[in-house]
T-cell receptor
Framework: EADIYQTPRYLVIGTGKKITLECSQT?????MYWYQQDPGMELHLIHYSYGVNSTEKGDLSSESTVSRIRTEHFPLTLESARPSHTSQYLCASMSAGSGYTFGSGTRLTVV | AQTVTQSQPEMSVQEAETVTLSCTYD???????LFWYKQPPSRQMILVIR??????QNATENRFSVNFQKAAKSFSLKISDSQLGDAAMYFCAYRGNSGGSNYKLTFGKGTLLTVNP
């Protein structure tokens, strides 16, 4: 059973729309991450957080933004979606001494 | 910066046979973890096995084992008695164990494993 939840699982939207991808975890983990998986299946870190009110950009530049107002919640927002944003987005959490736990992902298609 | 290289984009194996997936990495850190993740068509990322760099003994999980060569920076995955359910994309991943690494996972590009009946 998953302890980290991502919604929606699939999303098809039009260009220019604003969207928020939700990620929530029930494990009390302080560290959370967003990875973008391109159609070629490569994974790139786009955002991470060490805890409440802490957010940092990852290795791959992204037009998305994130927030961390509560420990369990780490949503990702795209203000104006474009076809180049079509990807799978994976959320993960971790605490010291434990490994990563991944959500099921959101598969985003922008048309 | 750390890099992870998987030199085999695709591999295939006959059911019940053994297959080895290759992974090399580059790092200047001494304390780190290495992982193999499996991603089936459902796209869920599933941890297969992990290895702590300070442990000389190779990790084993049922039919899955690794050959960890720290000096050579090599971390291969061996799957014994392959099953149809093993078919998936396999990712090798590195994670530093210091705050300066941000504990982030760095992934290889993946190896697509096909299991033939």
């Amino acid at each position: 059973e998953a302890d980290i939840y991502q919604t929606p699982r699939y999303l098809v939207i039009g260009t220019g729309k604003k969207i928020t991808l939700e990620c929530s975890q029930t494990m009390g983990h302080d560290k959370m991450y967003w990875y973008q998986q391109d159609p070629g299946m490569e994974l790139h870190l786009i955002h991470y957080s060490y805890g409440v009110n802490s957010t940092e950009k990852g290795d791959l530049s992204s037009e998305s933004t994130v927030s961390r107002i509560r420990t369990e919640h780490f949503p990702l927002t795209l203000e104006s979606a474009r076809p180049s944003h079509t990807s799978q987005y994976l959320c993960a959490s971790m605490s010291a001494g434990s490994g990563y736990t991944f959500g099921s992902g959101t598969r985003l298609t922008v048309v | 910066a750390q890099t992870v290289t998987q030199s085999q984009p695709e591999m295939s194996v006959q059911e019940a046979e053994t297959v080895t997936l290759s992974c090399t990495y580059d790092t200047s850190e001494s304390d780190y973890y290495l992982f193999w993740y499996k991603q089936p068509p459902s796209r869920q990322m599933i941890l297969v096995i992990r290895q702590e760099a300070y442990k000389q003994q190779n990790a084993t999980e049922n039919r899955f084992s690794v050959n960890f060569q720290k000096a050579a920076k090599s971390f291969s995955l061996k799957i014994s008695d392959s099953q149809l359910g093993d078919a998936a994309m396999y990712f090798c991943a590195y994670r530093g164990n210091s705050g300066g690494s941000n504990y982030k996972l760095t992934f290889g590009k993946g190896t697509l494993l096909t299991v033939n009946p």
